[in-house]
Nanobody, 124 residues
């Protein structure tokens, strides 16, 4: 299991930026995939971005590509999500997640460990 704790959410105006962080501990390997998902009120939890802990691969949802950047700091065991040019439709609770087994990186059911979530609100 991987233990995850998010931070960095808040309220920002449209066009602004926020940086989310996720402190990770536990069973983390070079093959571990770390992801960010989000869930808006009344909607299903959706994929945002993912990265292999080795850093070889990064993946983004079409809706955030070019605006968001996922990264990880191995020395600090921290996952980050830099969010730029934020839009009101980015408003959601953001979760970091980790998977150590197979399954698609964009499929929330592939992830076995989840953080508690952090609220991001973008005002228009």
């Amino acid at each position: 299991q991987v233990q995850l704790v998010e931070s960095g959410g808040g309220l920002v105006q449209a066009g602004g930026s926020l940086r989310l962080s996720c402190a990770a501990s536990g069973r983390i390997f070079s093959s571990t995939v770390m992801g960010w998902f989000r869930q808006a009120p009344g909607k299903e939890r959706e994929f945002v971005a993912a990265i292999t802990w080795s850093g070889i691969g990064t993946y983004y949802a079409a809706s955030v590509k070019g605006r968001f950047a996922i990264s990880r700091d191995i020395a600090k065991n921290t996952l980050s999500l830099q969010m730029n040019s934020l839009k009101p439709e980015d408003t959601a609770v953001y979760y970091c997640a980790a998977k150590n087994v197979g399954g698609a990186y964009y499929n929330r059911d592939s992830y076995g460990s989840w953080g508690q979530g952090t609220q991001v609100t973008v005002s228009s």
